[in-house]
């Protein structure tokens, strides 16, 4: 859908905003908006007239609403309740945090209040907050507010800071117009997300079913099944064997030497194996290796400290690994990624789990001694090659399924901003479509 341009324009007198229609102003925000900034709220009553009230924080302020999952409570004077207590429809703006993130309160929460992370903009004289919010959204991603809060620095997006964003004023009937159209086109947008968004929950859960079916079943439905006697296995085919995983790997512990240069590996429970640099930007940075476990590819990491939560897999890689890690080597024919497969896709964490030591879930660890007596199907090499070949080439088809489903989100959501600032700023002129639906 296309939408025509207002016949004139004139320049803004903002550098960053360009041309504004010509009948449009452009001044600050608290030439139609108030701003007030919440204060440090008392944890103890110190009055017979305060109330325990509930109150809002930066985290609270999301752009699809504010969460009130985690919602904290205050003791709040008499003045303090008259001059911080939310109306339905006011605009509140994190002024710490994430500095900036708007949205619009809908009075979820009976005499609700807000401390001093948080901004209330109410409107005066007219003026739209449903706009209002859109513009932040729009300053939001062009980067004007972290520029002007200073982000290198610990940012705060003050009441003073909000009073002197400048804003576009359109006429108060067009104000509530653009908001209406970017409400009415922004619910589609996101219920074409939320499709895409399904649409990756359900293969992801394909693709577990598709694995978690595989390695306990094989390739051939016809093929005649046993019990394995083993309740989260249940039957397998009846040409596999069963062995404990003593039997199928062995545990190794081969310090690295001194002043190697080998490649630092770690295990992830939703990668697998990964060399450490590729995250050390994220700060998971190793002083030094020596001492470190030496890994030959094919041998499969275990970490004993998340592998209830899947840290368990296969190396594709030689290198060394944290000692806090267990290195297992294959001891009899095997492919091993078909164990990586088993382990990993979340049919055995109940049993990794139960085997774990510790005293809470953060502290559990599943050693070898414990994990090596765990009993594992165990079809021949070859058919366990033809499983992997055919996993990987499954796998394969869904990840790019997903990887589709992830780019019409992408262009979902840059649509969604495009058509949001277009609006806002003036360069789509959507008069035209409010007036034929009001006729």
């Not at 109410?122 to 209002?132: P, V």
């Not at 507010?145 to 964003?165: G, R, W, Y």
């Amino acid at each position: 859908m296309s939408f025509p341009r207002y016949p004139k324009y004139k320049d803004s007198g903002v550098e960053w905003l360009g041309e504004v229609p010509e009948h449009w102003g452009v001044t600050a925000l608290k030439r139609g908006y108030s701003v007030t900034l919440g204060k440090m709220l008392q944890p103890e009553s110190s009055s017979p007239d305060d109330q325990l009230l509930p109150y809002l924080r930066a985290a609270n302020i999301q752009w699809e609403g504010v969460d009130t999952t985690d919602i904290k409570q205050m003791w709040l004077s008499k003045r303090d309740r008259a001059q911080l207590r939310l109306e339905r429809g006011d605009l509140l703006v994190s002024e710490g945090g994430d500095v900036g993130r708007s949205c619009l309160w809908a009075a979820e929460l009976d005499d609700c209040c807000f401390q001093n992370s948080v901004n209330r903009v109410r409107a005066r004289d007219g003026h739209s907050n449903r706009y209002l919010c859109y513009w932040m959204s729009t300053i939001k991603d062009k980067g004007y507010i972290d520029v002007l809060c200073n982000k290198s620095t610990i940012a705060h997006f003050t009441a003073e800071k909000v009073a002197a964003v400048p804003v576009p004023f359109p006429t108060t009937t067009e104000q509530t117009q653009i908001a209406e159209f970017l409400d009415r086109e922004t619910r589609k947008i996101d219920e074409l997300v939320a499709e895409q968004r399904r649409l990756m929950e359900l293969l992801k859960e394909k693709r577990q079913a598709v694995i978690s079916h595989t390695v306990t079943r094989g390739l051939n439905p016809a093929a005649p099944l046993k019990p394995s006697g083993i309740e989260w296995l249940g039957n397998v085919p009846a040409h596999w064997e069963l062995k404990a995983t003593k039997r199928l790997f062995r545990l190794v512990i081969e310090p690295a030497p001194d002043d190697n240069d080998h490649e630092l590996l770690s295990i992830y429970t939703e990668i697998g194996v990964r060399p450490r640099k590729s995250l050390e930007a994220k700060g998971n940075k190793a002083t030094t290796t020596d001492g470190y476990w030496m890994v030959q590819k094919g041998d499969l990491i275990v970490n004993k400290l998340l592998a209830w939560m899947g840290a368990i897999g296969v190396s594709d890689y030689d290198g060394v690994t944290s000692p806090a890690y267990d290195i297992l080597r294959q001891r009899m024919p095997l492919e091993p990624r078909f164990y990586d497969f088993l382990f990993r896709c979340g049919i055995c964490f109940s049993e990794f789990r139960r085997y774990s030591r510790g005293i809470m879930d953060m502290r559990l660890r599943l050693y070898f001694d414990e994990l090596g007596q765990l009993v594992m199907p165990y079809p021949p090499p070859e058919e366990q090659k033809e499983i992997v070949s055919f996993l990987q080439g499954e796998l394969a088809r869904f990840d790019t399924l997903t990887a589709e489903a992830q780019r019409a989100i992408d262009l979902l959501q840059e649509r969604r901003t495009a058509l949001i600032s277009a609006a806002v700023t003036g360069q789509m002129d959507v008069r035209p479509l409010a007036e034929r639906k009001a006729a």
